[in-house]
């Protein structure tokens, strides 16, 4: 039904494309002819996804044929077990195997053993859509000619311009120059007095005692002086040098022509006018989407070992206290259950407890087994 009325939509549009543009056969007989190819590939899909239903319809019947023939051998497997506990003797069947004196043994239940399987289902086979695409046209600008282009005659007068120029007014020439003498300061050390002995009056008496007056006496070394003195002293002599006096010229402003007077030949260029014009941009089509396949995962729990009754040691009246009790009272709430008031006495909410947590962690139930106390951490 959802291919008819693509078609039907096609033909539609296909239509209206004639109907609007009448000038156009050939564009659309083009349609139509591009519409019948889409027809047949709409019928090529419809037949594919047939196949792909009656694929997927087979495979769904094998899967749950799968299931019968599990379920089949799991029926089998029952009577053989029953068959193989028969063939046992019937000592070994009542009574614990290999107990030890003190120890006491129940038949408990040992619940079955599930797994989860998970299988990757095709839910939905990979398909395509086809969807019309009608035809887009736009307004396209087009340039038309108003006036041609043609040519005038124009005349350009000479032109001229102020150039400068130099002239000599004065040519070089040379000429002598007195150059004066270069002097420079010197220092000099001139002797005003030599060095000499002289007698002074003294102090002590290693020095001389004068005679006459009984004065001491001491011959004295007197150290020559010195007097710095500055003179300027020439360094070269004056002489005289050739100098070179430049030509000089004169600036003169005079005018030159520079372009003849001429005729040039001046183009007039065409005039247009721009003119909105409506044409086809993109014909009408069809587009096909591809849609992918779609898969479900489906999760499935499967029995690996079937419920049996097996022989636990257990505690009973023998070997159960008070205090034993307790202890797996606290264990228990411990473990966030309520085993009612914490009395040391196995009462219907301390079983009730202890059977809920059994089955939550998949131990054998039916009564308080040494698998349970090591569990619950109790004994190791």
Request: aromatic share 6%; charged share 25%; with cysteine.
């Amino acid at each position: 039904m959802k291919w008819k009325q693509i078609f039907l939509m096609a033909m539609a549009a296909v239509f209206l494309t004639a109907c609007t543009h009448k000038q156009m056969p050939q564009q659309v007989t083009v349609l139509q002819q591009e519409l019948g190819q889409k027809q047949a590939q709409i019928e090529k899909l419809q037949k594919t996804s047939a196949e792909k239903d009656a694929s997927l319809s087979k495979y769904k019947k094998e899967l749950m044929q799968k299931d019968q023939a599990l379920a089949k051998m799991s029926a089998q497997k029952a009577p053989a077990m029953e068959s193989q506990m028969k063939m046992m003797p019937p000592e070994a069947v009542l009574l614990p195997p290999q107990a030890k004196v003190g120890e006491c043994y129940a038949r408990v239940f040992v619940s079955p053993v599930y797994t989860t399987e998970k299988e990757r289902v095709l839910r939905k086979g990979e398909s395509e859509t086809l969807t019309v695409i009608p035809a887009k046209y736009g307004e396209k600008e087009e340039r038309v000619l108003v006036k041609e282009a043609s040519e005038k005659l124009t005349t350009i007068p000479a032109q001229y311009e102020w150039r400068t120029e130099k002239v000599l007014v004065s040519e070089a020439s040379t000429r002598l120059v007195t150059v004066p003498a270069v002097y420079e300061w010197q220092e000099e050390r001139i002797l005003l007095k030599p060095a000499h002995k002289e007698w002074k009056k003294g102090r002590g008496p290693t020095e001389r005692v004068d005679n006459t007056t009984g004065e001491i006496m001491c011959l004295v070394e007197v150290p020559a002086v010195y007097k710095t003195v500055r003179k300027q002293i020439m360094v070269t002599p004056p002489t005289t040098k050739e100098v070179t006096i430049p030509a000089q010229y004169k600036t003169v402003k005079k005018r030159v022509l520079v372009a003849e007077p001429r005729v040039e030949r001046v183009v007039i260029p065409a005039q247009y006018k721009t003119v909105k014009v409506r044409t086809l941009l993109e014909p009408a089509r069809t587009a096909v989407t591809k849609v992918p396949a779609e898969y479900a995962t489906v999760t499935r729990t499967v029995k690996t070992t079937e419920g049996h009754l097996e022989w636990k040691r257990i505690l009973c009246e023998t070997n159960t206290t008070p205090d034993v009790i307790a202890k797996i009272q606290n264990a228990l709430a411990a473990k966030g259950y309520d085993p009612g008031p914490l009395d040391g006495i196995y009462g219907p909410l301390t079983k009730k407890s202890m059977v809920k947590y059994q089955q939550d962690n998949k131990l054998a139930t039916g009564a308080v087994t040494y698998e349970t106390l090591e569990h619950l951490g109790l004994i190791r």
